[in-house]
């Protein structure tokens, strides 16, 4: 079953407030494996009401797909065993690295080169071989470039062609790319392949400088992410779109204000669609 229309990430923390009705409001949730796997007791039995009432997809923290170890398979065959017993059909990961000799719960710029599009691409193979399953891959936000060779576009590209993995287009991580490192985002979105975006992500930031945005879900999407998201949507069609909040976690209610927003915009651009009237200003 292919996902459809607005999402959201399931914290522990959303659970007493989420269950044991989870909202209608949301089309579907999101996991990352590695927070669920080792959890017995009450969290499992929690998790397994959730997968039973909606649909579910998985976005992992611990692939480390572009780093030189080794994968780790012991970890892939256990997040092949998670999806299949909660019949989830998609995992993502970021395209990016977390371990060099030991894990450095940090997620790490990958160096834009051909060597490295190379590396990863094989290693994205042999990820689908083992989960038996296309990988999804999520631009990630970065603060250095190392060895830079070629553009974040067409670094990102490269992969997509030469991999055959899908892209998780996180709309957050490329505005605060774009103010990063001064490109833009918008040319970033004309630029990528019409058929890569599976499904997408968008969130909250910090403003650390005017010219240095910070990753952190922490906060509320600000507008100018909700109009890239709108402009996404009218590239590329309207895609699945999924809401992520990692910290200062408000209460259910005002997230599903955030997960309405999505609705509202995916509806807008469809409706722009269907009427072939000229896009308008999102409210």
């Avoid at 083992?130 to 070629?150: F, G």
């Avoid at 910290?247 to 072939?276: C, D, H, M, W, Y």
Wanted: aromatic letters at 8%.
């Amino acid at each position: 079953m292919q996902l459809t229309g607005a999402g959201l990430g399931l914290r522990r923390e959303m659970l007493d407030e989420a269950l044991p009705v989870l909202p209608q409001e949301v089309d579907f949730w999101e996991v990352a494996p590695e927070n669920w796997i080792p959890m017995g007791g009450r969290f499992s039995k929690q998790l397994r009401a959730c997968t039973e009432q909606a649909q579910f997809t998985t976005h992992g923290l611990s692939l480390s797909i572009g780093s030189c170890d080794p994968l780790d398979t012991d970890l892939l065959k256990q997040i092949k065993q998670f999806i299949q017993q909660h019949d989830i059909e998609l995992y993502s990961e970021h395209l990016s690295y977390c371990s060099a000799d030991g894990h450095m719960y940090d997620l790490l710029p990958i160096p834009f080169t051909t060597q490295s599009v190379k590396h990863v691409t094989d290693r994205i193979h042999q990820v689908q071989d083992i989960l038996k399953r296309p990988l999804v891959l999520e631009n990630t936000s970065y603060y250095l470039a190392p060895d830079q060779q070629m553009s974040e576009i067409e670094f990102t590209n490269a992969i997509l062609k030469q991999s055959g993995c899908k892209l998780l287009l996180d709309v957050n991580n490329l505005y605060v790319n774009s103010i990063n490192h001064a490109y833009d985002p918008y040319l970033f979105l004309a630029e990528l392949p019409k058929d890569a975006v599976v499904y997408g992500h968008i969130a909250g930031h910090y403003d650390e400088a005017i010219d240095l945005k910070v990753d952190t879900h922490g906060t509320d999407v600000i507008e100018p992410v909700w109009q890239l998201l709108a402009t996404a949507y009218r590239i590329h069609g309207v895609f699945p779109t999924l809401l992520e909040r990692d910290f200062n976690i408000p209460p259910l209610a005002e997230l599903l204000k955030e997960v309405a927003r999505i609705k509202q915009i995916q509806l807008t651009v469809n409706n722009e669609k269907t009427s072939g009237v000229r896009p308008g200003q999102l409210v």
